[in-house]
C-alpha cells in the first residue's frame, strides 16, 4: 500500500500546459523530494496533493482512500511554506495551536503536543513571542512546528529553506532529517536545490516539463542516470559530458572519442550513433592503476582548492574536463597531463533525445 | 560664509512659521467667531464687535440649545437630535464596516471566478452619485412601507458606503500575501474561521481609518436623514437646520452658534482620539507595513 498515488495527474491554467499525466507512487514513510528547476510543476504538484489546487485530470489517493475531490482540511496534511505564513497577531503557541483548534482537538492534548513540538525544535523560550520577534530560522522552526503537531499523515514543504542563509540552511536541513527519523512521518518536499534533495531525501523525483524524468533512492540518481538531463541537473561540479561517436569494429562497437587511442565498450546492443559521454569528475583521475587512459596531455587550466578535494580544470582535445582529485595529487596550473578513466562508470546517452543506452 | 548660510537657512525657517501660522489663523478664524459668539449675551452681540472676547462669558446658549431651543413646537432644543443621530450612527457604522470587510476579504482573497470584474462594478459603484438613486430609494421604501423609519435610514448608509467600504477592504486585503489563507485552509480553517481569526485580526488600522471616515460622513449626513428618517428619527443636523434657520424673529447667534459646535464636537472627538493611526493606515496599504 502507497501512502500517496498518484494517477495521471494534469493541471493547465486557461491554456498553460504545467502537468501532463504525471504519475507516482509515494511509500509510507519515505522523504520524498520533488526536484526541478524553477517551472518544472514542482510546485504546482504539491498544491494539488494539499488540495489548494484543483486537478485538471487524473486521481489522488492517500492509501486507500481517493481524496481527489476533499478539500486541504479533510486529507490529513500539514504544510510548511516558503514564506512561513505564520499568523502575524498569534503568539508562536497560538499559531501552532490553530489547527487544532480549528479541528476541535481537547485543550490537554493541545498542550501536550505544543509542549512536544516546542522541545523538538527547541522554541520553549519563545512560545508567547509574535512572529514578527522571532529571527527567520526560528520562524522556519515554528513553521515546521505548526505542522507536526497536526500529526498528519503526510507532510509537505514547499521550499521552505530558500529564505534561509547558507549556514542556517545546513542547521536547518539536518533538523529536518532528523524529525523526519524520529516522525517515521511521510513526507514530500519540493526544491531546487540538488543539495538538499541530495543531503535529506530518501526518494528523489526529478521534474522536468511538469513530467518525472527519473524516481529513485539519491544514490541512484547521482550513480544511475536514465538520461542526459538527470545526468547533468545532480552532482557540483557537474558531470564532464563529451561528444563521441559509436562505430562498428572487429572487437564489437566501440566509443570513439578524439583524443583517445584506447578501446572503450560501448554498451552492449548499441547501434552505430552519435552519443554523449557523460563522466562525474570524480572518476577522472590523474594515476592509471586500473583506469583506462581517457586523453593524453591535457592541460591544465584551472586548479579550485576546495579542502579536502581540488577541482581540475583541463584543455583536452575531447573538450573541457573536470576532475576532483585530493589537494595532495593536485597538477600545477599550465602543466600537462594524462587523464585515466573508470570506464565503469561512464554512463552513455542518445545525443538526440538523451536517452541513457 | 558658513555663518551667512546659517542665516539664511534661519531666515527660510522664520518664514515657513510666519506662512503656516498665518494659515493655520486663518482656517481657525471662524471657529473663533463661533465660539466667542457662543460664549456672549445677546446684548454683546448686538454692539456687534464680532471679533471681540466676550465681557462675561456665559453657557446659557449652550444651555438653551442643549435643551430648551424651540424648533416650530418642539422645546427640547438638539438634545433629541443627538440621541437621534447616535441610535442612526452606531448601527449603520458597525454593519457598514463589517459588510464592507467581508466583502474585501472574499474579493481580495478568494480568487473566484469573475472576482476582478466583481471588483470593478463595485469600483463604478463608487462613483455614482447619491442623488440618482436618491428618488428610486424613496419609492422602493414607501413600497415595502418603510419609508421614514430607522430601518430605512440605516439600510442607505449601509448601502451608500458599501462600494467604498468594499474597495477600501479589498485594496488592504489584497496586500497580505495569499500564502497566509492557504496556510489556514490547510490547518483546517474555513472562510469564516480565517476571516475572524486572522485577517480582522491583522486589520487594525485600516479598521480604525473606516470607523473614522463613517463616523464623520454619518453624523455629518444632512440630505439623507432629512429624506429618509422622517419625523421620528431626525439626526441632529437636520434638527441643527431647523433651530438656525427660523423665517420670523430675532436671529440668535450665540445659541446657534453652541448648537453648530455642539453638533460638530462628536466627528472632533474621533479625530482627535485616532488622528495618529489615521494617517498611518492611510498610508499603510501603500508601504505593505
Known sequence: MHAV??????????????LNGLSLDIEAGDFTVLLGSSG??????????????????????FGDRDVTDLPPKDRDIAMVFQSYALYPTMSVRDNMSFGLRMTQVPKNEIAERIDWAAKLLRLEDHLDRKPGQLSGGQRQRVAIGRAIVRKAKVYLFDEPLSNLDAKLRAEMRLEIKRLHQALGATMIYVTHDQVEAMTMATKVALMRNGQIEQYGPPE??????????????????????????????????????????????????????????????????????????LQRQAQVEVVEFTGADAVVWLHAPAGRLCIRVPSSDAPRTGERVDVFVDASAMAVFDAQDGQRL | MNHRHKNRQIAARLGLYAFL???????????????????????????????????????????EAWGSACTGLDCRGISPGFVNSLVILVPSVVLSILLGAINGYALAQWRFPGADKLA????????IPVQVVMLPMVKIFAFVGLQGSLISIVTVHVVFSLPFMALLFRNFFASIPDELTRAALVDGAGFWSIFFWIMLPMSTNVLLVALVLQFTH??????????????DWKPMTVQLNNIVNVAEGEVRYNVNMAATLLTAIPPLIVYF???????????????KG
Open chain 1, 5 to 18: 498515488t498518484l494517477r495521471h495527474i494534469g493541471k493547465s491554467f486557461g491554456s498553460n500546459t504545467i
Open chain 1, 40 to 61: 518544472c510543476g514542482k510546485s504546482t504538484l504539491l498544491s494539488l496533493i494539499a488540495g489548494l489546487d484543483d486537478v485538471s485530470a487524473g486521481r489522488i489517493h
Open chain 1, 220 to 293: 541512484d540518481i547521482y550513480n544511475h542516470p536514465q538520461t542526459r538531463y538527470v545526468a547533468e541537473f545532480v552532482g557540483s561540479p557537474a558531470v564532464n559530458m563529451l561528444d563521441a561517436q559509436l562505430v562498428e569494429g572487429p572487437l564489437g562497437t566501440l566509443i570513439a572519442l578524439p583524443g583517445c587511442d584506447a578501446p572503450l565498450a560501448a554498451p552492449k546492443n548499441a547501434a552505430p550513433q552519435k552519443v554523449s559521454l557523460g563522466i562525474r569528475p570524480e572518476h577522472l583521475h590523474l594515476k592509471a592503476d586500473t583506469h583506462t587512459l
Open chain 2, 21 to 63: 501660522l498665518a494659515a493655520g489663523a486663518f482656517f481657525l478664524m471662524p471657529l473663533y467667531v463661533m465660539l466667542v459668539t457662543s460664549l456672549k449675551p445677546a446684548e454683546e452681540i448686538r454692539q456687534g464687535a464680532m471679533l471681540a472676547l466676550p465681557h462675561a462669558p456665559t453657557l446659557d446658549a449652550f444651555a
Open chain 2, 120 to 127: 470593478a462594478a463595485i469600483t463604478v459603484g463608487v462613483f
Open chain 2, 218 to 231: 454619518i453624523w455629518n449626513d444632512y440630505l439623507l436623514g432629512l429624506i429618509f428618517a422622517g419625523r
Open chain 2, 273 to 287: 482620539l485616532s488622528g495618529k493611526y489615521f494617517v498611518r493606515g492611510v498610508t499603510a496599504g501603500a508601504t
